[in-house]
């Protein structure tokens, strides 16, 4: 059973949401991120500022072009794993959970203007490496592990859960099973329909630059309509030069939305688009600007 037509994504409208946070904070604003973790900045008035600053810039960025929003929150690291390196306990944890929330809260309340609908989704990382697998859990372990972090959003103001840069399918599955015991939507980027009955809204590429998936994306097999959302990387590195990089690859921008669109075109059920590693607001107004169009000329030919 697939709960995609609870998220206001599944209309068929442009959904922005955000770049690459970690990039952005720590190359852009010159931050200091231990671990990667972006949420850890929530202990700090200072800190949460910078936060409200970025995702400040994507609401006016989706309420300028007149599309929805999804606000995911800076919640990738905020597992117990990661969390422990930085010296959380448990309940410290849970309050970061719930703080990122209520800081996306404060940004969609102050859109109030805003006629698109803005979704938070909360933010599910890996538990170990995002570009490749440590230790292995099965499904059952995943969905154990990932459920705090996921009770957890399902008690705040979270409208759905997300999975971003999973490395291998059972964790992905782990996380499918773990919204559905919470009774959260959930988006996914692994095609796990099998082992989770469909649940998943929707499936995202993200963490690879276009040209590193884009020919593997078939129109015409049954599994690309499934995917909504793209999440792609700036820079043509491989991850593992990416890893190794101590400056930051913004790509071309223009190259970028093209890309987008050209996807777009293809795979018809996409609806949301942001940008992961190495990109920023103004990839984001790119694509947004390039591919707006391609989405409410669908909607015309549909009649709606």
């Known amino acids: 059973m697939t709960h995609r037509h609870q998220l206001p994504q599944s209309e068929g409208y442009l959904f922005l949401t955000d770049g690459g946070i970690e990039t952005t904070l720590i190359f852009h604003e010159g931050l200091d991120l231990p671990h990667f973790a972006a949420f850890h900045l929530l202990r700090s008035p200072e800190g949460t500022e910078a936060l409200r600053a970025y995702f400040r810039t994507y609401a006016r960025l989706a309420r300028r072009l007149g599309t929805g929003l999804v606000l995911e929150s800076a919640t990738w690291r905020a597992n117990r794993d990661w969390a422990k390196l930085l010296g959380y306990s448990p309940a410290d944890l849970a309050h970061a959970n719930r703080r990122a929330v209520e800081l996306l809260e404060e940004i969609r309340d102050g859109m109030s203007a805003h006629v698109a609908p803005v979704v938070i989704s909360g933010c599910v990382g890996p538990r170990g490496d995002g570009y490749r697998v440590d230790e292995a859990m099965s499904a059952a372990e995943a969905a154990a592990y990932h459920a705090e972090q996921i009770e957890t959003f399902q008690g705040s103001a979270a409208d759905m859960a997300s999975a971003i840069t999973m490395t291998y399918v059972d ?100 609806t949301v688009l942001g940008g992961c590693c190495g990109t920023d607001h103004r990839h984001v107004e790119r694509i947004g600007r390039v591919c707006k169009p391609l989405l409410e000329s669908t909607q015309v030919s549909l009649g709606t």
Request: one cysteine or more; a negative charge.
């Open 171 to 270: 964790e992905a599955v782990g996380v499918a099973r773990a919204a559905r015991a919470a009774g959260m939507p959930v988006s996914i980027s692994f095609t796990v329909d099998a082992d989770t009955g469909g649940y998943p809204a929707y499936y995202m590429v993200n963490c690879a630059h276009p040209m590193h998936f884009m020919h593997v994306l078939d129109p015409d097999a049954g599994w690309t309509d499934r995917i909504g959302g793209l999440r792609a990387n700036a820079s043509r590195m491989s991850h593992a030069e990416l890893d190794e990089s101590p400056t930051l690859d913004e790509g071309d921008p223009v190259e970028l939305a093209e890309q987008y669109a050209e996807l777009v075109r293809a795979l018809p059920g996409v």
